[in-house]
C-alpha cells in the first residue's frame, strides 16, 4: 500500500453523448447526461484508493450543494480529504462531451478550486510529509503548486506531476519532480517539440534534454518513458473504448499507486492496464477499475496474446 497526498481541482462532471463533436455555430442535441463529482486531482485520489493506496486529498470548494456533495462522494470511499470552503466562487464545472468514437472535448470552469492557495497547502503540510508520494496536476494555481512541490522535496518526498493542461511553461517546477506525465500534446508545448516530429522519433529527439523521469502518454499508440538518456516505447493494451474520459488521471493514479513498489517497467504497464479497462466504460467514477480487475486483465491479457 502506497502512502499518497492528493491536491486537485473537485467539482461537478456533466457528461453529453453526440454522435460527433459540436461545430461552430451548429446546435448539438446530447443523447443522454450524466453527472458525477470529478476533476483531475479528484479522479486520481479516487483511483489511488481503488488501486488499495492509502489517499490524502486537499481541494477548494464552493459553499454549495455539489461541493458539498464532493466531500460527501470521498468521505463514503473513506479517504482522507479536506476540503477548503470558497464562500465567494462555486464549485467548479467540467462538460465532457464524447462522440460516438469515444472521443471527448471538455470545457472547464475551474472555479473555487482555481483558488486554492499558497496558504491552503500550508494547511496541509503535515498530510504531504507523512505521504511517501505526492501527486499534482497543473489544474492549481501556481503557487499553490510550487508551495507543494517545495514541501515534498525538503521532506524526501517522491513527486509525480501531471502537467495538465500544459498551461505552465516553467522548466524549473517540471525538473524539481522525480516523474512528470504529460500526453503527447501537453510535451510538445512543455518541451517545445517540432510540430512535425513522429511519435517514433520523440524518444531520440527528448532523451539528451531530459534530467528526471519523463512517461508520455500517447492514447492508443501506447506509451513512452524517458529516463538517464535512454527511451523505451510501451505497446498499448488493445480494448474497444467506448469513453476515454479519465483515462490519464487513471494511468496517474496507477503509477502513483505502484511506481515505489518494483520496477517502473511494471508500474507502467499497470497503469496502461487501469487505463485500458477504464476506457470500455462509460463515465470516470464507476469505470475506475479495482485493483484485482487490474491484476486479473493483465494475466488473461497476456494469456490471450501467447
Known amino acids: 500500500m502506497s502512502k499518497i497526498a492528493v491536491i486537485g481541482i473537485s467539482g461537478e462532471s456533466i457528461f453529453m453523448k453526440l454522435d460527433s463533436l459540436p461545430t461552430p455555430s451548429v446546435t448539438s442535441h446530447a443523447k443522454n447526461c450524466h453527472i458525477e463529482p470529478g476533476g483531475k486531482g479528484y479522479n486520481q485520489a479516487v483511483a489511488c484508493k481503488k488501486f488499495n493506496s492509502d489517499v490524502s486529498y486537499l481541494s477548494k470548494v464552493g459553499d454549495d450543494s455539489y461541493g458539498l456533495y464532493c466531500k460527501e462522494y470521498m468521505d463514503k470511499l473513506e479517504i482522507d480529504n479536506k476540503f477548503i470552503i470558497d464562500e465567494v466562487n462555486k464549485t467548479a464545472v467540467a462538460t465532457i462531451l464524447t462522440d460516438s ?42 503557487d499553490a503548486l510550487k508551495e507543494a512541490i517545495n514541501i515534498a522535496k525538503e521532506n524526501n518526498v517522491f513527486v509525480i506531476l501531471n502537467p495538465a493542461p500544459a ?71 488493445k480494448v474497444n473504448a467506448i469513453d476515454t474520459t479519465g483515462a490519464g488521471d487513471i494511468f496517474n ?31 470516470v467514477m464507476d469505470a475506475i477499475p479495482h485493483f484485482d480487475e487490474i491484476k486479473e486483465f493483465i494475466k488473461l491479457y497476456n494469456l490471450k496474446e501467447k
Open 253 to 283: 493514479a496507477g503509477l502513483a499507486s505502484t511506481i515505489l513498489n518494483g520496477s517502473i517497467e511494471n508500474s507502467i504497464k499497470f497503469s496502461q492496464a487501469a487505463s485500458a479497462i477504464s476506457v470500455t466504460k462509460q463515465y
Open 101 to 142: 468514437t469515444g472521443e471527448n472535448e471538455v470545457i472547464v470552469y475551474p472555479g473555487a478550486s482555481q483558488n486554492l492557495s499558497k496558504e491552503d497547502v500550508k494547511l496541509f503540510e503535515n498530510k504531504i510529509k507523512q505521504s511517501e508520494i505526492l501527486l499534482l496536476q497543473y489544474e492549481i494555481g501556481y
Open 167 to 237: 498551461i505552465y511553461k516553467d522548466q524549473e517546477l517540471l525538473e524539481m519532480a522525480n516523474v512528470v506525465t504529460p500526453n503527447f500534446e501537453e510535451a510538445k508545448i512543455l518541451y517545445n517539440i517540432p510540430n512535425n516530429i513522429s511519435v517514433v522519433e520523440i524518444g531520440e529527439y527528448l532523451k539528451d534534454l531530459v534530467n528526471n523521469t519523463l512517461i508520455i502518454t500517447l492514447g492508443s499508440k501506447g506509451c513512452l518513458l524517458i529516463k538517464d538518456k535512454k527511451y523505451q516505447y510501451f505497446e498499448p493494451f
